[in-house]
Protein backbone atom coordinates (compact mmCIF):
# COMPACT_ATOMS: atom_id res chain seq x y z
CA UNK A 1 0.00 0.00 0.00
CA UNK A 2 1.27 3.14 -0.59
CA UNK A 3 -0.30 5.60 2.37
CA UNK A 4 0.52 3.16 5.33
CA UNK A 5 4.34 2.85 4.80
CA UNK A 6 4.93 5.31 7.62
CA UNK A 7 1.50 5.08 9.60
CA UNK A 8 3.46 6.83 12.85
CA UNK A 9 4.07 10.06 10.65
CA UNK A 10 -0.05 9.99 9.20
CA UNK A 11 -0.64 9.69 13.39
CA UNK A 12 0.93 12.59 14.43
CA UNK A 13 -0.40 14.23 11.43
CA UNK A 14 -3.64 13.28 13.01
CA UNK A 15 -2.55 15.32 16.51
CA UNK A 16 -0.97 18.26 14.91
CA UNK A 17 -4.45 18.91 13.01
CA UNK A 18 -6.35 18.44 15.62
CA UNK A 19 -3.98 20.67 17.34
CA UNK A 20 -3.65 22.96 14.83
CA UNK A 21 -7.58 24.43 14.01
CA UNK A 22 -11.34 23.29 15.56
CA UNK A 23 -14.36 24.88 13.34
CA UNK A 24 -16.80 24.51 15.95
CA UNK A 25 -16.55 20.86 16.61
CA UNK A 26 -14.85 19.62 13.68
CA UNK A 27 -11.24 19.46 14.30
CA UNK A 28 -8.71 19.27 11.27
CA UNK A 29 -7.28 16.29 12.67
CA UNK A 30 -10.78 14.54 11.39
CA UNK A 31 -9.92 14.63 7.42
CA UNK A 32 -6.44 12.52 7.87
CA UNK A 33 -8.98 9.49 8.47
CA UNK A 34 -11.50 10.54 6.06
CA UNK A 35 -8.52 10.66 3.43
CA UNK A 36 -7.24 7.49 4.23
CA UNK A 37 -10.69 5.51 3.91
CA UNK A 38 -11.21 7.17 0.08
CA UNK A 39 -7.49 6.27 -0.69
CA UNK A 40 -7.76 2.53 0.81
CA UNK A 41 -11.22 2.21 -0.88
CA UNK A 42 -10.03 3.18 -4.11
CA UNK A 43 -6.79 1.18 -3.53
CA UNK A 44 -8.67 -1.80 -2.69
CA UNK A 45 -11.51 -1.39 -5.85
CA UNK A 46 -8.14 -1.10 -8.09
CA UNK A 47 -5.79 -3.35 -6.51
CA UNK A 48 -3.41 -0.87 -6.47
CA UNK A 49 -1.08 -1.85 -3.61
CA UNK A 50 2.61 -2.58 -3.43
CA UNK A 51 1.93 -6.00 -3.30
CA UNK A 52 -1.05 -6.56 -5.50
CA UNK A 53 -3.72 -9.71 -4.28
CA UNK A 54 -3.84 -12.49 -6.53
CA UNK A 55 -6.94 -11.47 -7.91
CA UNK A 56 -9.07 -8.13 -7.12
CA UNK A 57 -11.06 -8.27 -4.03
CA UNK A 58 -15.20 -8.46 -4.42
CA UNK A 59 -17.07 -6.30 -2.24
CA UNK A 60 -17.29 -8.61 0.34
CA UNK A 61 -16.92 -9.57 4.39
CA UNK A 62 -13.46 -10.62 3.38
CA UNK A 63 -12.22 -7.02 4.06
CA UNK A 64 -12.11 -7.77 7.60
CA UNK A 65 -9.55 -10.01 7.07
CA UNK A 66 -7.04 -7.51 5.91
CA UNK A 67 -4.79 -4.79 8.15
CA UNK A 68 -6.08 -1.56 6.62
CA UNK A 69 -9.72 -1.57 8.14
CA UNK A 70 -8.14 -1.76 11.40
CA UNK A 71 -5.44 0.58 10.82
CA UNK A 72 -8.24 3.14 9.68
CA UNK A 73 -10.39 2.27 12.95
CA UNK A 74 -6.90 3.10 14.82
CA UNK A 75 -6.91 6.91 13.04
CA UNK A 76 -10.16 7.48 13.86
CA UNK A 77 -9.97 6.73 17.34
CA UNK A 78 -7.27 8.79 17.75
CA UNK A 79 -9.31 11.89 15.69
CA UNK A 80 -11.29 11.13 18.32
CA UNK A 81 -9.78 10.93 21.19
CA UNK A 82 -7.57 14.26 20.42
CA UNK A 83 -10.43 15.97 19.59
CA UNK A 84 -10.39 18.31 22.24
CA UNK A 85 -6.75 19.54 22.36
CA UNK A 86 -6.93 22.80 19.31
CA UNK A 87 -4.96 26.17 20.36
CA UNK A 88 -6.96 27.68 17.74
CA UNK A 89 -10.53 27.86 17.29
CA UNK A 90 -12.86 29.67 14.69
CA UNK A 91 -16.70 30.10 14.07
CA UNK A 92 -16.93 28.34 10.37
CA UNK A 93 -14.03 27.63 7.69
CA UNK A 94 -14.36 31.27 6.05
CA UNK A 95 -13.60 33.31 8.86
CA UNK A 96 -10.08 33.98 11.13
CA UNK A 97 -9.46 31.53 13.62
CA UNK A 98 -8.34 33.28 17.03
CA UNK A 99 -5.98 31.48 19.67
CA UNK A 100 -7.39 29.68 22.75
CA UNK A 101 -5.89 30.82 25.47
CA UNK A 102 -3.85 28.31 27.95
CA UNK A 103 -6.02 28.00 30.90
CA UNK A 104 -8.78 27.65 28.56
CA UNK A 105 -7.38 24.83 26.97
CA UNK A 106 -8.67 21.38 27.67
CA UNK A 107 -6.05 18.86 28.28
CA UNK A 108 -6.79 15.27 28.20
CA UNK A 109 -9.01 13.11 30.33
CA UNK A 110 -7.86 9.42 31.27
CA UNK A 111 -10.21 8.44 29.34
CA UNK A 112 -8.93 10.01 26.47
CA UNK A 113 -5.27 8.90 26.81
CA UNK A 114 -6.85 5.20 27.36
CA UNK A 115 -8.54 5.62 23.65
CA UNK A 116 -4.92 7.08 22.69
CA UNK A 117 -3.24 3.60 24.07
CA UNK A 118 -6.05 1.23 22.65
CA UNK A 119 -5.67 3.16 19.06
CA UNK A 120 -1.86 2.78 19.16
CA UNK A 121 -2.45 -1.14 20.24
CA UNK A 122 -4.97 -1.38 16.97
CA UNK A 123 -2.22 0.53 14.89
CA UNK A 124 0.30 -2.27 16.11
CA UNK A 125 -1.96 -5.08 15.99
CA UNK A 126 -2.85 -4.29 12.13
CA UNK A 127 0.89 -3.88 11.81
CA UNK A 128 1.95 -7.59 12.40
CA UNK A 129 -0.99 -9.02 10.67
CA UNK A 130 0.27 -6.52 7.59
CA UNK A 131 3.65 -7.99 8.02
CA UNK A 132 2.47 -11.33 8.39
CA UNK A 133 0.22 -11.60 5.03
CA UNK A 134 3.54 -9.95 3.63
CA UNK A 135 6.07 -12.54 4.56
CA UNK A 136 3.14 -15.29 3.45
CA UNK A 137 3.09 -13.39 -0.06
Do not use: C, D
Amino acid sequence: MLYPQIPHVGFLAIILGNYILRVRSISFGYFIPLAWMIMYGMFLGTNSFSLPLAKPMAPTFAVFGRSGLYEMAAAVLLAVATNSISANRSETFRSSSTRVPKQERNSLKPEQWIAVAVSILILAAAALREAYMVMQA
